[in-house]
């Protein structure tokens, strides 16, 4: 199974960070994409990352931590995008959910990131919430041609295509199978399977109350809940638990593939 994104540096707490991998690799965990928010987690980031081959690190700005940013942090990113030629540049992106968001210098920052991931060659991981017309603006502006993650697509089923035709993957967290979210998950049919990533955004995104498989002490969403995501989503498509392994492998190596600007075929 492949985690396409996850805080693994914020799940720490009664369990170390090496006894969650190995729990997570006895339950069949291959890949996990751990995301920074900050140059304030990237330590973190790069001390897991040489400490597993399993995680795929990215580092970024989340939009919410703009602020308080340190004036070296794309000297910063740089030094680790080259210490770590398979990281991504994640999270990044645009928010105008939160309250006192201020757009124009979370553009800059997301448009300054994008420029790195594209002069590095490295696919790109975004969050995006109630902004997506300024997302698709930002990312026409800067020409930005390798694949992207829009991780826990909540925006509208009409930019689908926009989205798709830009080269954008697509990824469903355990936040969607709440009962309440069942209309979000439905935009998630229209996407072409061969874009589709798993993803449990832990310790955020959780499942409904009562749901969950695994608990951690003060996590709303333990990692380990990758394994029943896969049987959620194995479930509701319809396809059986080996094709779902099959099709998340294949989808997370185009993804990750940053060599060619040839966008994967529609299946
Ligand atoms: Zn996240």
Redesign the pocket.
């Known amino acids: 199974m492949i985690d396409a994104?996850?805080?693994l540096q914020d799940c720490v707490g009664e369990l170390s960070s090496q006894e969650l991998l190995t729990q997570l690799h006895d339950l069949g965990v291959t890949a996990l994409m751990v995301?920074g928010?900050s140059p304030e987690d990237w330590n973190e980031i790069s001390e897991l990352a040489s400490s597993s081959a399993t995680i795929v690190p990215s580092f970024g700005i989340?939009p919410w931590k703009v602020e308080n940013v340190p004036a070296n942090w794309e000297e910063q990113l740089s030094f680790l995008l080259n210490k770590f030629p398979e990281a991504g540049v994640g999270?990044i992106g645009l928010d105008k959910w939160i309250s006192g968001y201020d757009l124009p210098l979370q553009r800059d920052f997301f448009t300054r990131q994008l420029s790195v991931a594209r002069n590095l060659r490295r696919h790109v991981?975004i969050?995006c919430l109630q902004a997506w017309g300024s997302l698709y603006d930002c990312l026409r502006e800067s020409s930005f041609s390798l694949p992207f993650l829009l991780?826990?697509y909540s925006g509208p089923g009409e930019m689908l295509k926009d989205w798709v035709d830009l080269g954008a993957f697509f990824s469903i967290s355990p936040y969607f199978f709440r009962k309440d979210k069942s209309r979000k998950l439905e935009v998630f049919k229209a996407i072409p399977e061969h874009r589709l990533l798993l993803?449990t955004?832990a310790p955020?995104?959780a499942f409904g109350e009562g749901e969950a498989r695994y608990h951690g002490k003060g996590m709303k969403n333990h990692p380990a809940n990758i394994e029943l995501l896969y049987e959620r989503y194995a479930e509701w498509s319809g396809k059986s638990a080996g094709e779902v392994v099959k099709l998340m492998e294949r989808n997370f190596c185009q993804f990750r593939d940053t060599t060619s600007t040839k966008l994967p075929a529609r299946e």
């Open positions: 994104h996850l805080h995301n928010t989340h999270e991981t969050h991780h826990s993803e955004d955020d995104m």
